[in-house]
C-alpha cells in the first residue's frame, strides 16, 4: 500500500534561507507524487507533480522537488525563502485505486 | 485547470442540525472527491462522488452521516447530518484531472459546531 511520511510537522526558516521540506514516500509501483500548500484559510494549491520522466521538478513560486527512487524520497526545497512561502505543505502519493494519499503536513515559517 | 467553487465558505451551525455543501465546477469532470481536515490534521478523503450512481465512501464514513449527490459532472453536494462538535473540520472539494494525473481543490468550506 502507498503512504507518505512528512519529517518535521513544523519548520522555521529565516527569509533568504533555504527551505527544505521532507518527503519519504512507499509504493509498490512506479509512484505519482505531488507537492500542495495551503495558506492561511485557504484551499490547497498544487505547487508541483512527478510523474514520469526528469526527475527534477520545477513548480511554482520558486519550488522544487527531486525524485529519488533509492531513497524514497520527494524533498521541497526553494533557494531562497520569502514571507509569503508561510503556509502548510502537503506531499502527496496516487494509490493504486486512483486516491491521493496525505501527508501529515509541514507548517513552514519564514522569519524576519 | 479547473475552477471550483464551494458554498458556503464558512459557516457556524448548532449541534444535531444538518448543512449542506456545494461544489460547482467551471468544466465536466470525470471523477470528484470529498474531504475533510480535521484542525490540524490532514485530509481525509471521505467519498467519490460518482455521477448517476451512489458515492463510494472510505472506510469509517457512511452514507447516513455523509450524503452525497452528483447530479451531473458539474455538480455536487455534501451533506454533514446530525452534527455534533466533532464534525467541525474544512470540507473540500476536489476534481481529478485524467489529462494532467492531478486533482485539483476546491476552496474548502469551513465548518464549526457549537
Known amino acids: 500500500a502507498q503512504s507518505v511520511t512528512q519529517l518535521g510537522s513544523h519548520v522555521s526558516v529565516s527569509e533568504g534561507a533555504l527551505v527544505l521540506l521532507r518527503c519519504n514516500y512507499s509504493s509498490s509501483v512506479p509512484p505519482y507524487l505531488f507537492w500542495y500548500v495551503q495558506y492561511p484559510n485557504q484551499g490547497l494549491q498544487l505547487l508541483l507533480k512527478y510523474t514520469t520522466g526528469a526527475t527534477l521538478v520545477k513548480g511554482i513560486n520558486g519550488f522544487e522537488a527531486e525524485f529519488k527512487k533509492s531513497e524514497t524520497s520527494f524533498h521541497l526545497t526553494k533557494p531562497s525563502a520569502h514571507m509569503s512561502d508561510a503556509a502548510e505543505y502537503f506531499c502527496a502519493v496516487y494509490n493504486q485505486g486512483g486516491k491521493l494519499i496525505f501527508g501529515q503536513g509541514t507548517e513552514l515559517s519564514v522569519k524576519p | 485547470s479547473a475552477v471550483i467553487s464551494q458554498k458556503p465558505s464558512r459557516d457556524i451551525c448548532q449541534r444535531g442540525t444538518s448543512l449542506t455543501i456545494q461544489c460547482q465546477v467551471d468544466s465536466q469532470v470525470t471523477m470528484m472527491f470529498w474531504y475533510r481536515q480535521q484542525p490540524g490534521q490532514s485530509l481525509t478523503l471521505i467519498a467519490t462522488a460518482n455521477q448517476g450512481s451512489e458515492a463510494t465512501y472510505e472506510s469509517g464514513f457512511v452514507i447516513d452521516k455523509f450524503p452525497i449527490s452528483r447530479p451531473n459532472l458539474t455538480f455536487s453536494t455534501l451533506t454533514v447530518s446530525n452534527m455534533s462538535p466533532e464534525d467541525s473540520s474544512i470540507y473540500l472539494c476536489?476534481?481529478?484531472?485524467?489529462?494532467?494525473?492531478?486533482?485539483?481543490f476546491g476552496p474548502g468550506t469551513r465548518l464549526t459546531v457549537l
Open positions: 476536489s476534481v481529478g484531472d485524467f489529462a494532467e494525473d492531478t486533482q485539483y
